[in-house]
């Protein structure tokens, strides 16, 4: 049974209602709640909203929580955080991946929360990306390396920021520093600075406040039209200092232990 099936089952029944009461109250069929709490099929995402705001849970909890006696919903990591997220869903009604272009993104920091504005970014859908909510984001520059500049990172919307870890890449939307890559350098906290890392030792790691974070999407895959060149051949002059930087190291390492 999948989270999203023993969840509908379960605060169904926590309510108290029936299969048909229930399919009254949210005006569907009978049969499609046995479907959806068998996990025989999965309600799209309009309707899976509309059954998590039934419930007063948040989507991304109904999606990835096991909802049960023992659980709770986590605190929220910044009250600017607490919205619905614009989104938009093709002919078959799977959830579109809006792709926010490198011209576009001074424009997406006004729209970002505006349907119309995201309705009219360019957008696809990936079948491997079924859960959770997806955008794209074109990101430039070097600080991104060893990522190409120019290649699109594929992100998932973190709705509670507490999730977000230390070590992991995201695309952080903020106020002053507008649409940016980077390696989270600490674990979020309320009123607390996050560190931002780029992956590029030549930038310096820098640190943005809560109240200047828009949005946060966890680095889940990316996009390039650059493809991976292969490892250049040793050669004999470089196995030559390589072997001399492992001398250098040893020797270090036995002087300290004498």
Do not use: C, H
């Not at 009978?30 to 309707?47: F, H, N």
């Not at 997406?108 to 079924?130: I, R, S």
């Amino acid at each position: 049974m999948s989270i999203i099936s023993s969840n509908i089952k379960f605060l169904r029944k926590k309510k108290g209602l029936t299969q048909q009461q229930f399919a009254d109250e949210i005006g569907i069929k009978r049969s499609l709640v046995g479907a959806y709490e068998e996990d025989r099929a999965d309600p799209k995402y309009d309707l899976l909203k509309k059954i998590a705001s039934y419930f007063e849970v948040s989507v991304d909890d109904f999606i990835n929580e096991t909802i049960n006696e023992k659980w709770a919903p986590k605190p929220k990591g910044n009250p600017a955080n607490l919205r619905v997220l614009s989104i938009s869903v093709d002919k078959e009604d799977n959830e579109n991946i809006e792709m926010v272009p490198v011209k576009a993104s001074a424009g997406y920091l006004n729209g970002y929360a505006d349907p119309e504005y995201v309705a009219a970014l360019p957008k696809f859908y990936l079948p491997m990306f079924k859960q959770g909510t997806y955008r794209a984001f074109e990101i430039k520059g070097d600080s991104m390396l060893p990522l190409p500049s120019g290649a699109v990172i594929i992100g998932e919307y973190v709705e509670n920021w507490a999730d977000i870890k230390a070590g992991d890449t995201y695309v952080i939307v903020s106020k002053t520093e507008g649409v940016v890559y980077k390696r989270a350098g600490n674990k979020y906290k309320e009123n607390r600075s996050l560190k931002l890392i780029s992956d590029n030792p030549v930038y310096e790691p820098y640190e943005i406040t809560s109240d200047d974070i828009l949005e946060v999407w966890k680095a889940k895959a990316y996009l390039s039209t650059q493809l991976p060149e292969p490892a250049p051949t040793p050669t004999m002059e470089n196995l030559t200092s390589m072997m001399a930087s492992m001398q250098k190291s040893i020797a270090k390492l036995q002087q300290s232990n004498n």
